[in-house]
């Protein structure tokens, strides 16, 4: 990927509502495939109504 790519991929990242770290830490499991920089899975919530 080149700089442009990565660029709206990370704001791609941050208009799905992920924050600062989990986009860093999501980059570094791309890069060095270490399974504890995988995005920690958020509390779902209940949207059944």
């Known amino acids: 990927m080149n700089l ?3 660029s709206r ?3 791609f990242l ?3 509502g992920w924050t600062g770290d989990e ?3 999501f980059l570094l ?3 060095s495939g270490q ?3 995988l995005p920690k ?3 779902k ?3 059944k109504k």
């Open 4 to 6: 442009q790519e990565v």
């Open 9 to 11: 991929f990370i704001l």
């Open 14 to 16: 941050q208009a799905m």
């Open 23 to 25: 986009i860093n830490r």
């Open 29 to 31: 499991f791309i890069e």
């Open 35 to 37: 399974k504890k920089y």
């Open 41 to 43: 899975e958020k509390d």
């Open 45 to 47: 919530k209940d949207k």
